[in-house]
């Protein structure tokens, strides 16, 4: 079994900085591509950034410039720095991973979520 647990999640003011991590446990060989989500009362979870194995990275453009995707693969860990964040940041944020996994001698991958961490950012 494989868990993906998010956390760094915080109430703070406008301004001011958080730092997400998305870890990966259990059986697993490794995560491909990871991705972060928001999502805010009543909206649609919205992709925020994304990393692929070969480190590319992606934003959306409501973040662009003030958060940053990083991955540490030895500790099978996604963290997404976050500065100047703002009251529209509001939300739980979500990381989505591909995860690797050896089935006997099959190499297997599926997508994994976490269960969520609320990030909170007052005016």
């Known amino acids: 079994q494989v868990q993906l647990v998010e956390s760094g999640g915080d109430s703070v003011q406008a301004g001011r900085s958080l730092r997400l991590s998305c870890a990966a446990s259990?059986?697993?060989?490794?995560?491909?591509?990871v991705d972060w989500y928001r999502q805010a009362p009543g909206k649609q979870r919205d992709l925020v950034a994304s990393?692929?194995?070969?480190?590319?990275?992606t934003y959306a453009d409501s973040v662009k410039g003030r958060f940053t995707i990083s991955r540490d693969n030895a500790r099978n860990t996604v963290h997404l720095q976050m500065n100047s964040l703002k009251p529209e940041d509001t939300a739980v944020y979500y990381c989505?991973?591909?995860?690797?996994?050896?089935?006997?001698?099959?190499?297997?991958?599926?997508?994994?979520w976490g269960q969520g961490t609320q990030v909170t950012v007052s005016s």
């Open positions: 259990g059986n697993l060989r490794k995560m491909n591509g």
């Open positions: 990393i692929t194995s070969y480190d590319k990275r």
């Open positions: 989505k991973a591909q995860i690797v996994v050896l089935n006997g001698t099959r190499i297997d991958q599926y997508d994994l």
